[in-house]
């Protein structure tokens, strides 16, 4: 099991895109804090997607960030 933490880094959708990404490759479960890092809902759709294709269970927390509704229902 791992966790990445990285509140307030400011790494925005692209920096959430890049990190979904090795989600999906991803073999062991994985905890995934990125409060108040300005992502926006292409990062928290990004995000789901990665889930849905992961093998392992995920946690994702994105408190603080501005995923509005179309980031949310993704």
């Known amino acids: ?7 307030g880094n400011d790494i925005g959708d692209a ?3 890049a990190l ?3 989600l999906r490759e991803a073999i062991q479960s ?3 804090y990125l409060g108040h890092n300005q992502i926006g809902a292409a990062g928290a759709q990004a995000f789901a997607e990665g889930l849905r294709e992961a093998t392992q269970s995920h946690t994702v927390s994105l408190p603080g960030n ?4 179309a ?3 993704a």
Not at 1 to 7: D, G, I, K
Not at 66 to 69: E, K, N, R, T
């Open 1 to 7: 099991s791992h966790t990445v933490s990285l509140p």
């Open 15 to 17: 920096g959430a895109i």
């Open 20 to 22: 979904a990404e090795g």
């Open 30 to 32: 994985h905890a995934v």
């Open 66 to 69: 501005d995923i509005g509704d």
């Open 71 to 73: 980031g949310a229902i």
